[in-house]
Antibody
Framework: QVQLQESGPGLVKPSQTLSLTCTVS??????????WSWIRQPPGKGLEWIGY???????YYNPSLKSRVTISVDTSKNQFSLKLSSVTAADTAVYYC??????????????WGQGTLVTVSS | QSVLTQPPSVSGAPGQRVTISCTGS?????????VHWYQQLPGTAPKLLIY???NRPSGVPDRFSGSKSGTSASLAITGLQAEDEADYYC???????????FGGGTKLTVL
């Protein structure tokens, strides 16, 4: 069973870059079966898709975040990563990594990490 | 303001049936994109509950069912149990926004 685990700093200063890594276990990120995703949830609010990456490196980003987001993959470590630049308090959220099944009628998130809270504050 | 509209809350007594609606538009649900549902228990990550409008992943009880018609979708829960108390989110793809979109979530309270 494929499991995902987020890691990274829980506190980031305003205007800095948020960096998180998701480690995949129980399956290969290079299998080609899934797109590897980041989703966030501000405290007490709903879910927002950030973007995803295929093992080949192809990326798809939320247009509203695209100018600040970079998602990368390291197949040798079975990991993928998120960088979000120029953060503000509005970026405070629980960040989840997830595996997405992508097909002709959309996509869905078949498995999720436990999530990690990132707070933006000086 | 979410692209997919869900009622903020629904409630029901144990054993009852409840439904949660998800209303979209011609650029998402109405355009033929599938609807998926997630259950988020308090303090935990969301869990896939229904995919492809009406399919249940392995391990999800058949008390949960999904349907889609036109620009809307629904999640039905029968034989309500205390452990069903959670937030429920619908999700689809929007061709105008060029991104996956979630509903605002519905809090289910078991009375």
């Amino acid at each position: 069973q494929v499991q995902l685990q987020e890691s990274g700093p829980g506190l980031v200063k305003p205007s800095q870059t948020l960096s998180l890594t998701c480690t995949v276990s129980g399956g290969s990120i290079s299998s080609g079966d899934y797109y590897w995703s980041w989703i966030r949830q501000p405290p007490g609010k709903g879910l927002e898709w950030i973007g995803y990456i295929y093992y080949s490196g192809s990326t798809y980003y939320n247009p509203s975040l695209k100018s600040r987001v970079t998602i990368s993959v390291d197949t040798s470590k079975n990991q993928f990563s998120l960088k979000l630049s120029s953060v503000t308090a509005a970026d405070t959220a629980v960040y989840y990594c997830a595996r997405a099944h992508y097909y002709d009628r959309g996509d869905y998130f078949a498995g999720w990490g436990q999530g990690t809270l990132v707070t933006v504050s000086s | 303001q979410s692209v997919l509209t869900q009622p903020p809350s629904v409630s029901g007594a144990p054993g009852q049936r409840v439904t949660i609606s998800c209303t979209g538009s011609s650029s998402n649900i109405g355009a033929g994109y599938d609807v998926h549902w997630y259950q988020q228990l308090p303090g935990t990550a969301p869990k896939l509950l229904i995919y492809g409008n009406s399919n249940r992943p392995s391990g999800v009880p058949d008390r949960f069912s999904g349907s889609k018609s036109g620009t809307s979708a629904s999640l039905a829960i029968t034989g309500l149990q205390a452990e069903d108390e959670a937030d429920y989110y619908c999700q689809s793809y929007d061709s105008s926004l060029r991104k996956g979109v979630f509903g605002g979530g519905t809090k289910l309270t078991v009375l």
